[in-house]
T-cell receptor, first 115, second 111 residues
């Protein structure tokens, strides 16, 4: 079955560490997205990518970095510069590049906790 | 800019009674609107979408939503709540490059 796989499901980070969240899709979708979810705030866009080797900042990109070397993969690195990284992170993909009519397919999320 | 406002952060209903989750939108062009559902610690699942066809949209699990341009609303309804409907629901509007999410409505279903 086609879908999006996020790993790990739970991740713990020590202060000052960088961590990388994995997102892989086998839907042949062009566009991929990273969102952060905090209680009562809905989802906020971190980064998105519409084609390989290209990505754009979203609303809250500071302290995060991404790469898009393959169509199937869009990993997110949470750097030590992100001061409040504890959150639920969701990866999504869409077959649209431009105006979106199809909506997103979501992964099952990674819960990141700073310890 | 496109945005949505979910009017209730929490809705509580009894099993078997109707569900109404309210959403107002703002869009500078003809909007595409979506409702997603999220169960605890899970990703989001598409319930239904409106993309300028019929104004009454039917989705999965007995949910439906009506697009009302005059009221800039896209409320989600279900005639009879089931315990399994307890979850977080998000109203979403299409942006040019991404989707814009409401803050969410938590639906509680009492036995």
């Amino acid at each position: 079955d086609g879908g999006i796989t996020q790993s790990p499901k739970y991740l713990f980070r020590k202060e000052g560490q960088n961590v990388t969240l994995s997102c892989e899709q086998n839907l042949n979708h062009d566009a991929m997205y990273w969102y952060r979810q905090d209680p009562g705030q809905g989802l906020r866009l971190i980064y998105y990518s519409q084609i390989v080797n290209d990505f754009q900042k979203g609303d809250i990109a500071e302290g995060y970095s991404v790469s898009r070397e393959k169509k199937e993969s869009f990993p997110l690195t949470v750097t030590s510069a992100q001061k409040n990284p504890t959150a639920f992170y969701l990866c999504a993909s869409s077959k649209d590049k431009g105006p979106l009519s199809y909506g997103y397919t979501f992964g099952s999320g990674t819960r990141l906790t700073v310890v | 800019a496109q945005s949505v406002t979910q009017l209730d952060s929490h809705v509580s209903v009894s099993e078997g009674t109707p569900v109404l989750l309210r959403c107002n939108y703002s869009s500078s062009y003809s909007p595409s609107l979506f409702w997603y559902v999220q169960h605890p610690n899970k990703g989001l699942q598409l319930l239904l979408k409106y993309t300028s066809a019929a104004t009454l949209v039917k989705g999965i699990n007995g949910f439906e939503a009506e697009f009302k341009k005059s009221e800039t609303s896209f409320h989600l309804t279900k005639p009879s709540a089931h315990m399994s409907d307890a979850a977080e629901y998000f109203c979403v509007v299409r942006g040019f490059n991404d989707m814009r999410f409401g803050a969410g409505t938590r639906l509680t279903v009492k036995p």
